[in-house]
């Protein structure tokens, strides 16, 4: 896992790096401004309270960095260790009983492994974008980390799994207790409406490795 004290040292060195404080940042990014307090850093009986990585998420793509640079200022020295999280195709996500009704991997074979650091707060695993549904945004290979736990808003890319089996990336533009609603990423390919009964679970893209 990644150590607690050099995430938030990171967190403080992007911040500075744009001009910011650690409040401005996370202004910045959409959060609320006291979010990287000092004082959000432990917990009143002194457990560590690590950023999540929906916030780590977000200041990266306000500041327009990578989750390599960020990594970079975790550990200068690139000697950073590495955790594996389960990795499987969009094509294959659509098959069998690959996951847990939480939109979690389920044990069992056809999922593959890749390295991506441990933060300590949502379950993440990657899918492998397959054809070309979602270009230009992402290609054929490109890796998407997503979470299935991370809260989502109108505006976030997410992959969604329903009932049938149909695995979709696309935008949220809104989810109500009936239906939810999905802008395409790709012109060519049409928005969505799909009722909430249809829907197996719904993952938030956080990252993108292309």
Not at 157 to 163: D, E, L, N, Y
Not at 189 to 208: F, G, K, S, T, Y
């Given at each position: ?25 996370a ?18 009986e002194?457990?560590?309270?690590w950023?999540?990585t929906e ?49 979690l991997?389920?044990s ?7 390295d991506f ?8 695993f990657a ?40 695995v979709?990336a696309?935008?949220?533009?809104r ?11 790709n ?24």
């Open positions: 896992m990644l150590s607690h004290d050099r995430v938030w040292a990171a967190i403080d060195a992007l911040a500075s790096r744009h001009g910011m404080t650690a409040s401005g940042l202004r910045k990014a959409g959060l609320d401004a006291t979010s990287f307090n000092k004082s959000k850093r432990t917990s009143p002194g457990r560590d309270r950023p999540s916030s780590i998420a977000k200041i990266l793509r306000a500041t327009g960095a990578t989750l390599e640079d960020f990594l970079r200022l975790v550990e200068p020295s690139g000697s950073l260790r590495r955790s594996t999280i389960p990795l499987i195709s969009l094509t294959q996500a659509g098959t069998g009983k690959l996951f847990t009704d939480e939109g991997p389920a069992g074979p056809g999922w593959d492994e890749i650091p441990d933060f300590g707060q949502e379950k993440v899918l492998e974008v397959t054809g070309d549904s979602m270009a230009p945004l992402y290609r054929d290979g490109d890796i998407l980390i997503v979470s299935p736990t991370a809260s989502m808003r109108k505006g976030d890319r997410v992959v969604v799994r329903t009932t049938g089996g149909e979709l696309k935008e949220l533009k989810r109500s207790a009936k239906t939810l609603e999905l802008v395409s990423l012109e060519a390919h049409e928005d969505r409406v799909i009722p909430a009964e249809e829907v197996a679970w719904v993952a938030r893209i956080m990252w993108a490795r292309q």
